[in-house]
């Protein structure tokens, strides 16, 4: 069993930074994969990233590439979420995700636990 908590979300100017993070519980957090996804309002809710344990790959959407990060610290139990350069288009509500297994990371449905998400806005 595994539960989340994100924080972090709030009110920045476009071309700021923000850094979100997500508290998980569970002795076997750092074998699940972990993702972030995003839902604005009207729009489906979408892939934003995600990374394979400690030691996977760390994938992203073509629209957060290289300006997003995500990362986690396993002593702490916490997956951040690290956004740069951010655009109005970034607003949404962030959730966190975590699974044991994920064949496909970008698809939602493939995870079994989800935080409550928090919103994060981008003004111009």
């Known amino acids: 069993q595994v539960q989340l908590v994100e924080s972090g979300g709030g009110l920045v100017q476009a071309g700021g930074s923000l850094r979100l993070a997500c508290a998980a519980s569970?002795?076997?957090?750092?074998?699940?994969?972990m993702g972030w996804f995003r839902q604005a309002p009207g729009k489906e809710r979408e892939f934003v990233a995600a990374?394979?344990?400690?030691?996977?790959?760390?994938y992203y959407s073509d629209s957060v590439k290289g300006r997003f990060t995500i990362s986690r610290d396993n002593a702490k139990n916490t997956v951040y979420l690290q956004m740069n350069s951010l655009k109005p288009e970034d607003t949404a509500v962030y959730y966190c995700a975590a699974s044991p297994s994920v064949p496909s990371v970008t698809n939602a449905l493939r995870y079994d636990y989800w935080g409550q998400g928090t919103q994060v806005t981008v003004s111009s």
């Open positions: 569970g002795r076997t957090f750092s074998r699940n994969t």
């Open positions: 990374m394979r344990g400690s030691a996977g790959g760390h």
